[in-house]
């Protein structure tokens, strides 16, 4: 089954269900939507086996255009809206996209591919322009895990990969209903929000709110309105979330009979208290409308205060772990209060995992095998065989042991790729290759670090003689230009010391760390 099989498949179960929720369009005219927009696209030159690129926000003309191009055969091309055209042209470049269908205010002017109007209206359907005949093995989705330049890591996820994904999320059956609406304001072009938004909502004819800001007024409007059920995040945002709640109790001086009914509820339902505990939980529960069931957090670690808090009001809440390279979430936990800290499950259906190099404490890194996995990074064989084995596993890079409940728990990350607070990933490979250029810069590092308790991306550069912090500086805020602002490297030590390298002369990143943290590199005065 491709994915055009998959919407036709649940729009028969469903056709009745709104899945634009805020448009209020259900199945049955989504797919006639879709067919409209394959026929434009058709127009537009778009054939089978074409890559199409899409660079927009949640509008509903980014699931209409996704489903459009695979109806006509072609492969989806995901772009993160907070790039440059530096990047999106080398990203069109390397994967032979000739079109893309973007919002306009992502235009401008380039010769390395085309832009169609992502929002422009579509004609009728023609009747003419049958489904093209795709494959399950056939490339579906192209997205980039690491930076445009060098030798970048580009994902292909195939038809099966996308449907398996769906399949496995089975699992969550008894927390998501048809009809009930996922919140939907995680991007579609990162595999978590593709993953909840798109293909969870298509295995249990669920919709879609979406929303293409972050704007806390309008999500706080969204909630008092539409009433969502489900309710995906990065786990930051539930900490603000958290924290916002706890201040406002605070401020009407009641979070001592709050915390006292928070800590007791169990016993209080016992004993026949449960309209103390309704009422207490009630004016929290309003601030998501009311109707939450069910929280899901994916992209970064959840700190096991902020699970908690969801778990005691009575909410499901579950933990993703997954990459691009998994289709997302490919271990998922279950509610359950009072779990080891940052456990994030097990595998999914069809997924098996292996801990391997294990130390004195369990930990190991963490290999997968199954119907999830991609098949190898594009074009990049020196990638493919550092990442998988010969039985076919997959090596994520990820430290994780595992308990007595079979629960795998992330100790911390082998590899060197940086998670945000925001659940974003840069890559420092990227980010050196364009600081190894500044004049006067022999090396640099750059790693993830905490300044202020916030995680950001760190540099450490060892320069020539004469070398100013001023000039680097400078140097660095001009190569930061060429990547999206949340890669920007802000925060950096500079040394005229040779930086401690391999015997393959490849830089120690976490002894230069150390070094940092021993007061070894002078460091930039903020």
């Known amino acids: 089954m491709n994915m055009f099989q998959f919407l036709e498949s649940t729009a028969k179960k469903y056709p009745d269900v709104l899945y634009l929720v805020r448009e209020e369009v259900n199945y049955k005219g989504f797919v006639e939507l879709v067919k409209r927009r394959a026929a434009t696209l058709d127009k537009a030159g778009v054939h089978a086996g074409d890559v199409v690129g899409i660079l927009s ?6 699931p209409i255009t996704l489903f459009a191009i695979w109806y006509l055969g072609g492969t989806v091309l995901l772009l993160d809206t907070n790039l440059t055209p530096f990047e999106y042209d080398n990203m069109a470049q390397i994967t032979k996209c000739k079109i893309i269908c973007a919002e306009k205010s992502f235009f401008y002017k380039t010769d390395k591919f085309e832009f169609f109007d992502i929002a422009q209206a579509d004609g009728d359907v ?24 060098g030798t970048p890591k580009v994902v292909p996820l195939t038809h099966y990969n996308l449907t398996e994904c769906a399949n ?13 609406v996922m919140y939907g304001f995680l991007p579609m072009y990162h595999v978590f929000g593709f993953a909840v938004e798109i293909l969870a909502t298509l295995e249990y004819g669920a919709g879609v709110l979406l929303q293409p800001t972050v704007n806390p007024k309008e999500i706080m409007a969204d909630f008092k309105n539409f009433r969502p059920q ?12 958290r924290n916002k709640i706890i201040d406002g109790i605070k401020a009407k001086h009641k979070w001592g009979l709050f915390k006292f009914v928070m800590k007791n509820a169990p016993l209080l339902r016992k004993i026949g208290l449960s309209r103390l505990v309704d009422a207490v939980y009630k004016p929290v529960l309003d601030v998501f409308g009311g109707r939450a069931r069910l929280i899901i957090a994916g992209g970064a670690a959840t700190k096991p205060e902020i699970e908690n808090f969801y778990l005691a009001l009575g909410l499901g809440f579950i933990q993703g772990y997954g ?3 998994t289709v997302g979430p490919i271990c998922i936990s279950k509610p359950c209060r009072g779990r080891v800290p940052y456990a994030f499950g097990a595998p999914t259906i069809n997924n098996v995992a292996e801990i391997r190099n294990k130390n004195a404490d369990g930990v190991g890194i963490l290999w997968l095998k199954g119907n999830q996995i991609f098949g190898g990074y594009l074009n990049n064989d020196a990638a493919n065989k550092d990442v998988f084995d010969d039985r076919g596993f997959f090596n994520t890079g990820d430290m994780v042991s595992m308990d007595k409940n079979g629960e795998l728990h992330f100790a911390g990350r082998k590899k060197q790729v940086i998670v945000l607070d925001s659940g974003k990933n840069v890559y420092p490979d990227e980010l050196e290759g364009l600081f190894i250029t500044i004049p006067g810069v022999k090396n640099v590092a750059v790693f993830e670090h905490k300044v202020k308790d916030k995680t950001v991306a760190y540099g450490v550069f060892s320069v020539e003689e004469g070398m100013t912090m001023e000039k680097l500086a400078a140097a ?51």
């Open 57 to 62: 926000h949640n509008i509903p003309a980014f």
């Open 168 to 180: 496995s999320l089975l699992e969550m059956r008894e927390y998501i209903n048809a009809g009930d």
């Open 230 to 241: 489900i309710i995906p995040a990065v786990p930051r945002l539930f900490e603000v979330f």
């Open 476 to 526: 660095i805020a001009h190569a930061n230009k060429k990547v999206a602002s949340y890669k920007w490297v802000t925060h950096f030590a500079m040394t005229t010391e040779d930086l401690p390298t391999t015997s393959t002369q490849k830089v120690k990143h976490h002894v230069v760390r150390q070094n940092l943290i021993d007061g070894k590199y002078p460091m930039r005065k903020e």
């Open 323 to 325: 990459m691009t390279e």
């Open 126 to 149: 023609n009747p003419k322009l049958k489904p093209a005949k795709v494959d399950d093995k056939d490339i579906a989705t192209l997205s980039f895990t690491s930076g445009s330049t």
